[in-house]
């Protein structure tokens, strides 16, 4: 209730922007307000000149000022320093401090003029208010020099002295109206200066009610009690005790219209309306503001870490380099990426993890101080900075993380690129740091790379591939190349990996370490991966229709495969399109494609599986978490890494695990296959230890088809019998 009655009254405390609403509205209103006041007054005055030199009425100056000039001369000063103010806070214009001088000059005259008439003033026949009167004048001429030379020394656009004005306005507008109105009542004319100055004041600028009622009401009272000195109030006819100045100015001559009452209350209304229309006008405002404000938070900040995300970093960058006084011989692009971040996630959980990137962000936005810092994705971050003294701010910025890091260990890497002269491209600029940082990556020593030209070729192939997987695909220009795979039992070969290869005419042959790591980067990897399978298909089907040897392949998969394709349907429409017997076809998986639990890939797995083909544990040992992988999923085949092999013979620990591997396969139920074999000796010790299958260039190279059926034909490599002749009836 007492909220309400406070709301009402506009007691109430109004928010800043509330506030700011209502002062701009008051400093529009002041605008018109002033505008008219001033034209009015000039023409005012113009006519009384004219009027007093038609009339002669002997000493002009006398007259003058006997005739009220100091009452126009202050309401065009006050109406002049309004406007002054009014513009300046509006539309911030530097000319309006010349405004001063008029101001300044109708100021000193109506001084002048005011000393003049109280020094004469026992000589005349003045009473009380009129001296109030002349104190007023000279107060607020006063008053109004003084804002005058803060306006000319560029107060305008400043809040408090506008409003100082405003009320000097309103208090100087409304004693000119019932000074005019007074005198006009005595002679029996209408009181429409006062009127006019009431509306001006009380209805073009916006009060709190309570405010706008005391101005009103006081104001009307101060008019009642000076007209009640002119006419004997007791003999003026009243409404319900109130006066009737209607009525009561028919016996002083011509009548005023108005009846006071009704005008109080009239006025008094309209000044509530407008304040409470002005101010649902500002909530709404203030909402769509706020909402604005949050969506303009939310489209330019990242959600998690709070600081800036890419969206703002690009606009910001590319505005920076467009300047001419940015230095770019001085600036650099940074791309940071938290190595061995993935660990960290899976040993202590996403809320560790992202505390651990929100701690990221704190510390490079306080690094980097006054550089424009952003969240890029993930675990990584991007700085746009100054070139000097990058290196001791990336040194301390991975210090910060080696220290909060627990048994994960963690690394910073930092890549840098500085822009060329007139490279403007922030995404490209952001990508050769990218580029950068990932070449460093699982380098322990080095935690900051500038891209160089050596990169710069690297990169320039890496959107070589991106852009030209698809002609590459068009014009057969990826190969499958075959290895095969051993039976340790008869060192015959039951199988055979096929490997991507790209033969490309400016390049020449690439390996795939040149191109899968890119073409999954760009989630384009299913591309080539299609192809590799049709073409092995199709060297099946001429294998078969040939009666040549036929030797079941395996396909190298990537995770990425999984996602961006349905692989069953895949292959059931390639092995029904050639007409090849799923199990001469498997599947392999990279343990570090399973690292990641995904339900899909599970699904996937229990599908392929349950139609035929057998799904092969690809580089067994190579990441953190083999053992929950054989504990999540079932494969038929384990490929034991090469590095156990590598270790062969220089490290004692090589030759138990890989007894242990071999040991837990046999426990599986799944076939042991080791990778990487290159010496006899390596052969030997596989085929002892109970390994069923070998693969490696003690046997073969990868090479093409043809090369490979040469080797068997030559007699170099026998092929187990039972896959020797492929005859349709296999089929
Ligand atoms: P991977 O599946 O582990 O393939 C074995 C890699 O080891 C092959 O390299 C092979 O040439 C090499 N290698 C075989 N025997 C030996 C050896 O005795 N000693 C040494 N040092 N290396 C040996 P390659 O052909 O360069 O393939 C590299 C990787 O690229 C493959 O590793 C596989 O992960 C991936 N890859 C190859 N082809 C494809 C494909 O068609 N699709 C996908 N998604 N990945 C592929
Ligand atoms: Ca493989
Ligand atoms: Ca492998």
């Known amino acids: 209730m007492k909220e309400r009655i406070s709301k009402w009254l506009g007691t109430d405390k109004h928010s800043p922007y509330v506030k700011d609403f209502f002062y701009n509205a008051n400093m529009r209103a002041s605008i018109y307000m002033s505008i008219i006041v001033i034209t009015l007054e000039l023409w005012m005055i113009a006519r009384m000149i004219r009027t007093v030199i038609e009339e002669n009425l002997g ?76 104190l007023i004048l000279l107060t607020s001429a006063g008053a109004m020099i003084f804002f005058a030379v803060l306006l000319f020394r560029g107060a305008g656009g400043r809040k408090w002295p506008s409003m100082a004005v405003t009320y000097i306005f309103s208090f100087v507008g409304i004693n000119f109206g019932i000074i005019m109105s007074v005198h006009s009542f005595s002679k029996g004319d209408q ?31 101060v008019f009642y009690y000076r007209i009640s000195g002119i006419v004997d109030i007791s003999t003026v006819p009243r409404v319900g005790g109130i006066i009737d100045l209607n009525k009561a100015a028919i016996g ?44 303009r938070e939310i489209s330019i900040h990242d959600e998690l870490t709070g600081i800036h995300n890419m969206v703002y970093f690009r606009t910001e960058a590319e505005k920076m380099l467009g300047y001419v006084t940015t230095d770019r011989e001085n600036s650099v692009f940074l791309f940071m990426d938290i190595e061995n971040f ?31 810092v952003s969240r890029f994705s993930d675990d990584h971050f991007v700085v746009f900075t100054h ?15 080696h220290d909060i890091q627990h048994e994960v260990h963690l690394e910073l890497k930092c890549g840098a690129y500085k822009p060329e002269p007139d490279d403007n491209d922030v995404s490209l600029a952001c990508d050769r740091a990218r580029f950068a940082c990932n070449s460093i990556k699982k380098r322990y020593h080095q935690d900051l790379r500038f891209y160089d030209k050596k990169l710069e070729e690297q990169f320039r192939l890496k959107q070589y591939i991106v852009n030209n997987i698809d002609t590459a695909i068009e014009n057969d220009d990826i190969k499958v190349f075959y290895q095969p795979i051993v039976d340790t039992s008869d060192g015959c070969i039951c ?16 390996p795939p370490g040149m191109f899968i790591e890119t073409l999954e980067e760009y989630r384009q990897i299913h591309k080539l991966d299609q192809t590799v399978i049709r073409i092995v298909c199709r060297d099946l089907k001429d294998a078969f229709d040939n009666g040549q040897p036929a030797v079941p392949a395996s396909i190298n998969f990537s995770r990425l495969d999984f996602e961006l394709y349905d692989v069953p349907a895949f292959l059931d429409e390639c092995v029904r399109e050639y007409g090849v017997p799923k199990e001469y076809l498997d ?17 996937t797995m229990d599908v392929l599986r349950g139609s035929g083909y057998k799904i092969w544990l690809d580089d ?58 290159e010496t006899k000796e390596q052969y030997e010790f596989l085929g002892k230890i109970g390994c069923n299958r070998a693969q490696g260039y003690l046997f073969s190279k990868p090479c093409p088809k043809d090369e490979l059926s040469e080797k068997i034909v030559s007699g170099q490599l026998n092929v187990t019998k039972r896959y020797c002749r492929g005859d349709a009836a296999e089929r």
């Open 342 to 372: 993935k660990s960290y996630n899976e040993k202590y959980g996403f809320l560790k993890g992202n505390e651990l990137l929100i701690s990221m962000a704190g510390f490079t936005e306080e690094i980097f101080a006054g550089s424009l």
């Open 59 to 134: 000493n002009i100056i006398e007259r003058i000022i006997e005739n009220y000039f100091s009452n126009y001369f202050i309401l065009l000063a006050c109406g002049l320093l309004t406007l002054g103010y009014a513009v300046n806070a509006v539309f911030s214009k530097q000319w309006v401090k010349w405004l001063t001088a008029p101001v300044v000059v109708l100021c000193i005259s109506v001084i002048v003029f005011e000393i003049r008439m109280l020094s004469k003033f026992s000589e005349r026949d003045k009473t009380a208010s009129d001296l109030v009167n002349y």
């Open 620 to 677: 067994f040992g190579s990441g953190y978490s083999s053992l929950n992988v054989l504990k999540d999923y079932q494969f038929d085949v384990l490929k034991i890494d090469m590095k156990f092999l590598a270790g062969f013979g220089s490290n004692e620990k090589a030759a138990p695990i890989l007894i242990n591997i071999v040991d837990l396969t046999k426990q599986l139920d799944m076939i042991s296959l080791t990778e990487g074999v």
């Open 387 to 401: 070139r000097n003294g990058c290196e001791e701010k990336v040194a301390r910025l991975s210090e910060k993380i």
């Open 587 to 603: 599947v392999e998986i990279t343990e570090s494609a399973l690292t990641e639990n995904s339900g899909l890939l599970e699904k």
């Open 495 to 510: 199988g055979l990996e096929a490997l991507a290869r790209w033969k490309d005419p400016k390049y020449g042959l690439l």
């Open 191 to 221: 009181i429409l200066t006062f009127l006019t100055m009431e509306l001006f004041v009380v209805c073009l600028l916006i009060w709190r009610p309570w405010m706008g009622f005391l101005v009103l009401t006081g104001s009307y009272l």
């Open 252 to 295: 002083l001559g011509d009548g005023v219209k108005i009846n006071g009452f009704t005008m109080w209350l009239s006025t008094l209304v309209f000044c509530i309306a407008n304040y409470k229309r002005t101010l649902s006008q500002a909530e709404k405002d203030e909402d769509l503001v706020q909402i604005n404000e949050q969506l």
